[in-house]
């Protein structure tokens, strides 16, 4: 049975820093995963965050994280990291770590199979 957990949520200030990890027990072998962060404000709909492939390391990121956000995985530990720099309200959210038994990951929903409960980030003075 895959679990799959997120830690590292807080409240930050805005223009801070955090770093968010998840982990992912139960998958048999990390040569092909893709996980990736997706997040949900108040009253919003689920939105892609960032992935990365777990076997070339490539990563993709959404518009409004651009060069804000850094996604990467240490693989002896199995865990996946989400540093977030330059943090606004609007990256206010419940945030959701996925993955998949799959070579390449996508900033898509329906790809993921497994899923955490989330952790929240506030960004606020």
């Known amino acids: 049975q895959v679990q799959v957990e997120e830690s590292g949520g807080d409240l930050v200030q805005p223009g801070g820093s955090l770093r968010l990890s998840c982990t992912a027990s139960g998958l048999t072998t990390f040569d092909r995963v893709a996980m990736a962060w997706f997040r949900q404000a108040p009253g919003k709909g689920r939105e892609e965050v960032s992935c990365?492939?777990?076997?070339?390391?490539?990563?993709y990121y959404a518009d409004s994280v651009k060069g804000r956000f850094t996604i990467s995985r240490d693989s002896a530990k199995r865990t996946l990291y989400l540093q977030m720099n330059s943090l606004k309200p609007d990256d206010t959210a419940m945030y959701y770590c996925?993955?998949?038994?799959?070579?390449?990951?996508?900033?898509?929903?329906?790809?993921?199979?497994?899923w955490g409960q989330g952790t929240q980030v506030t960004v606020s003075s």
């Open positions: 990365i492939s777990w076997s070339d390391d490539s990563a």
């Open positions: 996925a993955a998949v038994p799959h070579l390449f990951c996508g900033l898509r929903m329906d790809l993921y199979n497994y």
